[in-house]
C-alpha cells in the first residue's frame, strides 16, 4: 500500500516548485480578461480587411495556452530546454497576411509570458497603456474617405467634363484631376477624390448614372 502512494506522489508532484491551484485559476482569469480586452480594440479599431472578430477570438485560446507553458516549464530547466527544442521544429504553414496582426499576436502572446511568469501588475498596465495608445491612434486616424476616381465615358465632350467635375465638387471634400486621356472614342479621367462619409460617394455613385447611363468608373480606397 505505502508503494503505491509513494507512486502515486511521485506522479502527481515535479521535480521543481509546485504550481498553487488557487494563483493558477486567478492565472487563467487575468489572461482571459486581457485578451478579451485586446480582441475588443482589435474589433473597434483594426484595420485589417480579414474578419477581425473570427481571428480576436483566437487571442484568449493563444494567450492562455502561452501562460500554460510558462507556468509549467518555469520552475524547470529540463522542461525548458525540451521546450525550446519542441518549438525549433514547429512553424507555421499561413501567413500573416497583414502586419497588424502581427502586432496583435505579440501582445496576447505578451501577455500569456506575463501571466505565466507572475508579472500580474506589470502585465496589466502594459496591456492596458498600449489599448490606450491603440484609442488614441483610432481618435486621431483621419476619418474622410479618400479614393482613386477614374471615369471612363464615350466621346465626352467640353461641358460633360465640366458636368462630372461639378458633381464631384458638389459632394466630395477635395477633388484633383491627375490624368485626363481623350481618344476618339473614349474619355478617361482620373482624380484623386475625398468624401466626409459613405454616404457622399454613393450620392455621387448615383448622380453621374442618372446623368450619363453609359458611363463606367471606379473607385479605389487609397491608404
Known sequence: MNKELEFLQELFTSEGASIN?????????????????????YIRFGNALSNRTALAKTFVLISLTTMLIISIVK??????????????IVRFRTAIKEPEELAYFFMVIAIGLGIGA????????????????????????NKTITQNFTVH???????????????LETYSTQLTLH???????????????????????????EDLQKKYPTISFSFLELK
Open 21 to 41: 491551484i488557487l494563483v493558477f485559476l486567478v492565472q487563467i482569469i487575468v489572461t482571459t480578461i486581457l485578451s478579451l480586452i485586446v480582441g475588443y480594440f
Open 75 to 88: 520552475s524547470s530547466l529540463a522542461l525548458s530546454l525540451g521546450l525550446v527544442g519542441a518549438l525549433s
Open 118 to 141: 507572475g508579472q500580474f501588475i506589470v502585465t496589466a498596465l502594459g496591456t492596458l497603456g498600449l489599448c490606450s495608445i491603440i484609442f488614441l491612434m483610432g481618435l486621431a486616424k
Open 153 to 167: 465615358l464615350e466621346q465626352a465632350t467640353k461641358a460633360d467634363i465640366e458636368s462630372i467635375l461639378s458633381t
Open 179 to 205: 490624368r485626363l486621356d481623350d481618344h476618339p472614342q473614349q474619355t478617361a479621367l482620373s482624380f484623386s477624390v475625398s468624401f466626409s462619409d459613405i454616404h457622399k460617394l454613393l450620392s455621387t455613385k
